[in-house]
C-alpha cells in the first residue's frame, strides 16, 4: 500500500457525526480571538522585547503576523473546501496522504496539550498574585512541582480540571464561557491603552533596533506563541453551523483583529517604560504600577487571568477534536472516538486528557519545552500551505467557496516564512521535536497503519 494514500473529500458538510452543529461565524471568531490573546500580550510581549528585540518587538509581530497571515489564508481554503473534515489533520489527510495527515496530527497534539500546560503554569503564577494581593497565601510547596522544590503546582493543575468539567458540558456552554472572558481581557486591553497612550515617552523608542534585525527575528520566533491558537478554529469544523462560509471568516477575522491589537499594545508598552525593564512575569500590568495606576493594573491582570483561561479553553477543546478525528479514522484507539449521548462531546478523551494535562502542569517543569510548541506549530502550517498547492493541482475540480489569491505565491510565502522562523529556533529544541517524531512514526507503523479505517 502508498504511504500517499489519500481519504476521499466527502461532499456533505452536514453529515451526522453526534456532535452539536451550533457555532456560528462570530462564535468561531470569538473563539480565535480567545486562543490567540493571552500568554503573548500579557507575558511573551515584554519578555520578547527585553531579551530580545527592544522596541522593535512590533516588527517581530508584524514578520510572525505575516507568516500567520499567509497560512491563514490556506487555512481558509482548505477550510472552505474541506470543512466537514476539520483542522490541519484533516485537510492534510484528503491532499496529501495518511502519513502526512499522521505527522500533522501528532504535532498538533504536541502543539495543544503542551500548550495547555504551559499556560496553565502561567495562569497559576497570575492567580497567586491576585489572591495574595486579597491577603489570601498559598503555600510556596502547592506552587512548584517536585523538581523545584515544592510538591505540586496545584492551581495550575485544577484550572485544568476545571476546564475538563466545562468541556465535557457541551460546546455551546464553552462558547459562552468563552465570549464572556474574551470581553473581560478585551476591555482589559482597552484600560491599558487608554492609559498608556497620554504617558508615552518617546525617548524610550531609541535605540529601536538594539540587538539588530537578528534580534527581530529572534523576537519573532519567540512570540509566535502569541499567535497559536487560530488554527484550532479549523477543528470546530462539524459543530460550526456553516462551516463552508463560517471558518474562513473565523479564522481570517480572529487573526487580524489579534495582530492589530498586538502591534499596538507592543508599542505602547515600550513607550511607556524603558524594554529593558519589562522582562518580568506580567509586564503589562507591572508597567501601569510603575506609571503610578495600581487601579489600571488591577483590571490588566484581570484580563491577563481571563486571557489565560480562555486560551487554554480553546487549545485544549482543539486537542480533543483532534484525538476525536484520529480515533474515527482508526489511526488511535476506538475509545477515543466515543461521543457521549447526552453532551454530545467525546467525554472520554476529555476527562483522560484532562487528567494527563493536569498532572504536566503539576508535577513538571516545563521551561524550554514550551518551544516545542512553536516548532510544532509551524511544520503544522508548512504542509498546510504545501496541501493547498497540491489540492490545486490534483484536485482542480474541488469546490473552493474561498479561494487563497496569487496561488501558489502565497502559500509559498507561507512556507518560506514559516521555515524561516524554525531555523530561528535554538538546537535543542529541534532534537526534542525529532525524538517526538521518531515516536508518532513508531505509533504509524506498529498500531496505526494496521489499523486505519483505509483498510475497510
Request: net charge positive.
Amino acid at each position: 500500500m502508498s504511504l500517499l494514500r489519500t481519504k476521499p473529500i466527502n461532499a456533505d458538510m452536514h453529515c451526522d457525526t453526534g456532535l452539536r452543529r451550533c457555532l456560528t461565524a462570530f462564535d468561531l471568531t470569538l473563539l480565535g480571538i480567545g486562543a490567540i490573546i493571552g500568554a503573548g500580550i500579557f507575558v511573551l510581549t515584554g519578555i520578547a522585547a527585553a531579551t530580545r528585540a527592544g522596541p522593535a518587538i512590533v516588527l517581530s509581530f508584524v514578520v510572525s503576523g505575516f507568516a500567520c497571515a499567509f497560512s491563514a489564508l490556506s487555512y481558509a481554503e482548505l477550510a472552505s473546501s474541506i470543512g466537514g473534515c476539520g483542522s490541519a489533520y484533516g485537510y492534510a489527510y484528503a491532499g496529501l496522504g495518511e502519513l502526512v495527515a499522521w505527522i500533522i496530527g501528532w504535532d498538533l497534539i504536541l502543539e495543544y496539550g503542551v500548550a495547555v500546560a504551559v499556560v496553565a503554569i502561567g495562569w497559576s503564577g497570575y492567580a497567586n498574585n491576585a489572591l495574595t494581593a486579597a491577603g489570601l497565601h498559598i503555600p510556596a510547596a502547592l506552587l512548584k512541582g517536585p523538581i523545584d522544590g515544592g510538591i505540586v503546582n496545584l492551581p495550575a493543575a485544577l484550572i485544568v480540571l476545571a476546564l475538563s468539567g466545562l468541556l465535557a458540558a457541551g460546546v455551546r456552554q464553552s462558547a459562552r464561557f468563552n465570549a464572556i472572558m474574551v470581553l473581560v481581557k478585551v476591555l482589559a486591553i482597552a484600560t491599558f491603552i487608554a492609559v498608556a497612550v497620554p504617558n508615552v515617552q518617546p525617548h524610550n523608542w531609541h535605540p529601536f533596533m538594539p540587538f539588530g534585525w537578528h534580534g527581530v527575528m529572534g523576537g519573532a520566533a519567540l512570540i509566535f506563541f502569541a499567535y497559536i491558537g487560530f488554527d484550532a478554529v479549523s477543528t470546530a469544523a462539524e459543530e460550526a453551523v456553516n462551516p463552508t462560509r463560517d471558518l474562513p471568516i473565523g479564522i481570517l477575522v480572529s487573526l487580524a483583529v489579534c495582530t492589530v491589537i498586538y502591534i499596538v499594545v507592543a508599542g505602547l508598552l515600550t513607550g511607556i517604560v524603558p524594554y529593558g525593564t519589562l522582562n518580568v512575569s506580567s509586564p503589562v500590568a507591572e508597567s501601569m504600577l510603575r506609571l503610578g495606576y495600581r487601579w489600571a493594573s488591577a483590571v490588566v491582570a484581570a484580563g491577563a487571568i481571563a486571557g489565560l483561561t480562555t486560551v487554554m479553553l480553546v487549545l485544549y477543546y482543539g486537542l480533543t477534536r483532534i484525538f476525536l478525528s484520529m480515533s474515527r479514522d482508526g489511526l488511535l484507539p476506538p475509545v477515543f472516538s466515543a461521543i457521549h449521548p447526552r453532551t454530545h462531546t467525546p467525554l472520554r478523551v476529555i476527562l483522560a486528557s484532562g487528567l494527563l494535562i493536569a498532572a504536566v502542569a503539576g508535577f513538571t517543569p516545563i521551561g524550554d519545552v514550551a518551544e516545542l510548541v512553536n516548532i510544532g506549530t509551524l511544520a503544522a502550517f508548512v504542509l498546510v500551505c504545501c496541501g493547498v498547492i497540491v489540492l490545486r493541482r490534483t484536485r482542480p475540480q474541488l469546490k473552493r467557496p474561498f479561494r487563497t489569491p496569487w496561488s501558489p505565491a502565497i502559500p509559498l510565502l507561507g512556507v518560506a516564512f514559516c521555515l524561516y522562523l524554525m531555523a530561528s529556533l535554538p538546537l535543542i529544541t529541534w532534537m526534542r521535536f525529532v525524538i517526538w517524531l521518531v515516536i508518532g512514526l513508531a505509533i504509524y507503523f506498529g498500531y496505526s497503519r494496521r489499523h486505519s479505517s483505509l483498510n475497510a
